[in-house]
């Protein structure tokens, strides 16, 4: 049933869209609600012993009229806090939940990973648990068989594919089920916060797999709270809150106002009676050129000279700065990571000046600032925020990352007698 | 993969049956095999316990209803008979039994996978259906160890099997559904299941029992189908299902239940399938 999709006939906010691949994911409207009883009658002795308790329901509307599309080849975030409703919508989008209302359509194979190595079991072996991890992921069974070759040598597991499970070790298991899901190959991949598992090693691995999906044009749809994701791999972003829509567009105003509203509650909580809403903002920020004026393009081997200040929106504790200089690809490229020594005040700022050595090859690049604090959980990013974009331009070549210096000549070497 | 672009289609969410039918099959024929491998791996025996459970119990009634109660001697091929009585319903009250827990046992998959809900009970029933073989291999090694001949009526087996597997796919299917948001039901199925097992013939032949009490039993649908499974595999003289309820119109109650408890069945696990991720 129904016409064909085309771009227009989406209802709700028309955000700005960098791709312009057709909609592979159409949410229109989409209402979703969870009975919570106040009283849970869960057995019959309890029914028994109060006939006619009626169970009080308590309403959680977990989803409210959310519409948005998703187009072929876009890398596409979720996020929100905890309860805001984004693995709600996930669950909805993986065909997991049923919405009350509204409308879910999308094209191709759709593979969720709302966990790694779901259905896994300890007592089969590699190869059974393939076959069947891979049909759950919605190959068929030939696919996933035919499969798993490639799965156990990108999880360089290949002569353990007869040995259970339950003899894995943990690292091993991880990277099994990570193999699944990459050789899995669907058209579009709904994807929950897999990065959360493993150690920094794995998450890198992670990275470096989402950056190649994006560069190949594959659709992925990433449900996360980790801004500096949103911001180096989503083309769009969307916020949630409450079970609606807040914010739908470029990543980096996503995650200003996920910072905004992460915030805002905990100013309000200390009493602070300003309408602090960032935790630190840009005051100024370019990139200027020998005589001190602001650029946008560099030169290749020109330093990088900047021209930055922040402002604190509230109290920043002994705050450290990142900088990270992203490539086209979203990849960072270098970082550095300078340390406040001193607390900053409300609406106090910070200023950096000074020059950095500039190796990149051509090229369009960002530069980002994180902004980080010690808190009683260890070290947390507070902010992340776009500095500036900028373009190298020059004639060195433009493979690889940076050009280095290199003293190296070719000697045409004598024949021996 | 595809390369002509993939047209948009509904996402209805969870059901029954959803994702299609093939990847339903494939997936009923992985989690039965997964389930069949974990029962019995690691056991000393393997596969030959599912032969020699039935065995074990066959053994014990049959000293007790021959040497104790004396029942077995005014029955033709009694032995048999209770053998061929516990195989058929140990394999309802097995799948039955283990549907209860099924679909919150696979609580991972259901919750975090796009999953067809009608394969889980499906795949204990399909397990306890290959137990059911293996034990039915057993059962005709006895039929001629104890001389009952061939008959053409053997042919005729496979329409009480087919009864026999959709009322335990239906009670299967209910108990399933019904498990995650009454989670009295496993106790209360297991008491159940043993009030069926004694009113149900399988360590009497029914023509022993007073007419009163053998109205009662009929009602009950495993009756007349061992009934029918005796007369058709083992005793031609025994009487038969119509003949023990009164002729024909003796049979509809039992008819009756067995329609009821399969249109319950589809209704709710139709209606609760969409819901259970939410229910565990």
């Given at each position: 049933m129904g016409s064909p999709s085309t771009a227009d006939d989406v209802t709700g906010p028309a955000p700005a869209r960098r791709s312009d691949g057709r909609v592979v994911i159409d949410v229109a409207g989409l209402d979703k609600s969870f009975r919570i009883p106040e009283h849970r009658i869960d057995s019959l002795k309890e029914r028994a012993t109060h006939p006619f308790t009626r169970v009080e329901y308590r309403e959680h509307r977990a989803l409210r009229g959310v519409s948005f599309d998703v187009r072929e080849g876009e890398f596409f975030g979720i996020v929100g806090r905890n309860g805001s409703g984004k693995s709600t919508l996930l669950k909805i989008l993986a065909g997991i939940y049923r919405a009350d209302a509204g409308r879910v359509r999308m094209a191709g194979r759709v593979a969720p990973f709302i966990e790694l190595g779901v259905g896994f079991n300890p007592e089969l072996t590699a190869r059974e648990n393939g076959a069947l991890n891979g049909v759950l992921m919605g190959q068929t069974l030939r696919e996933a068989r035919r499969n798993l070759d490639a799965v156990l040598a990108f999880a360089e597991l290949e002569e353990f594919v007869d040995l259970k499970l339950k003899n894995y070790s943990s690292g091993m298991l991880v990277r099994f089920a990570?193999?699944?899901?990459?050789?899995?190959?669907?058209?579009v991949m709904l994807i929950d916060e897999v990065l959360a598992v493993g150690d920094a090693a794995f998450a890198q691995k992670c990275m470096d797999y989402f950056r190649e999906r994006r560069r190949q044009g594959r659709t992925v749809v990433l449900v996360t709270h980790d801004m500096t994701t949103v911001q180096t791999l989503c083309h769009r972003a969307l916020l949630l809150h409450d079970g609606e829509l807040r914010y739908l567009g470029e990543p980096e105003d996503t995650a200003l106002r996920y910072y905004r509203m992460n915030f805002a509650g905990i100013v309000a909580a200390q009493g602070g009676d300003q309408v602090v809403d960032v935790n630190a903002r840009v005051v100024r920020a370019a990139l200027l050129d020998a005589s001190g004026t602001a650029v946008e393009n560099v030169e290749d081997a020109e330093p990088l000279r900047l021209d930055v200040a922040l402002e604190a929106a509230r109290p920043l504790r002994r705050p450290k700065f990142t900088f990270h200089v992203r490539n086209a690809d979203g990849q960072a490229?270098?970082?550095?990571?300078?340390?406040?020594?001193?607390?900053?005040?409300?609406?106090?700022?910070?200023?950096?000046?000074?020059?950095?050595?500039?190796?990149?090859?051509?090229?369009?690049?960002?530069?980002?600032?994180?902004?980080?604090?010690?808190?009683?959980?260890?070290p947390e990013t507070v902010q992340g925020l776009r500095l500036v974009n900028f373009l190298v331009f020059g004639t060195a070549p433009e493979h690889g990352l940076v050009t280095v210096k290199a003293d190296v000549e070719p000697v045409l070497e004598e024949p021996q007698p | 993969m595809s390369d002509a672009p993939a047209p948009l289609r509904d996402v209805p969410g969870p059901s029954a049956l959803g994702g299609g039918t093939r990847r339903a099959l494939e997936l009923l024929y992985l989690i039965a095999a997964t389930d069949f491998k974990k029962h019995y791996f690691g056991t000393a025996l393997g596969y030959l316990w599912s032969i020699a459970r039935p065995l074990m119990l066959f053994g014990v009634l049959l000293a007790v209803f021959t040497q104790v109660f004396r029942l077995g001697s005014e029955v033709p091929h009694y032995p048999v008979l209770l053998l061929f009585n516990i195989v058929l319903f140990g394999f309802f009250q097995e799948a039955t039994g283990v549907a209860v827990t099924s679909i919150v046992g696979q609580e991972g998959i259901v919750r975090k996978t796009q999953f067809p809900r009608l394969v889980i009970p499906l795949a204990v029933v399909l397990t306890s259906l290959f137990n059911l073989a293996l034990n039915l291999v057993v059962v005709l090694v006895f039929l001629l160890a104890f001389g009952v001949a061939p008959m053409w009526t053997w042919l005729l087996f496979p329409v009480v099997l087919a009864l026999l597997i959709v009322i335990t796919v239906a009670v299967s299917m209910l108990v399933s559904s019904l498990f995650p948001r009454f989670r009295d039901l496993a106790i209360i199925w297991t008491v159940l299941s043993t009030v069926l097992f004694y009113a149900s013939p399988v360590l009497y032949p029914l023509e022993k029992v007073p007419a009163t009490l053998r109205d009662v039993i009929m009602i009950n649908p495993l009756a007349p189908l061992l009934e029918l499974a005796r007369k058709w595999v083992i005793d031609p003289t025994a009487p038969g299902p119509a003949a023990l309820a009164g002729g024909y119109a003796g049979l509809l109650p039992a008819v009756a239940v067995f329609v009821l408890v399969c249109v319950a069945a589809v209704w709710v696990f139709k209606r609760e399938a969409p819901r259970i991720a939410e229910e565990l």
């Open positions: 990570f193999a699944v899901m990459v050789q899995s190959d669907a058209d490229v270098f970082e550095f990571a300078r340390r406040l020594d001193a607390d900053v005040p409300l609406g106090g700022r910070v200023r950096f000046d000074g020059s950095v050595e500039n190796r990149l090859v051509p090229g369009t690049y960002s530069l980002d600032v994180y902004i980080g604090e010690e808190n009683e959980r260890g | -």
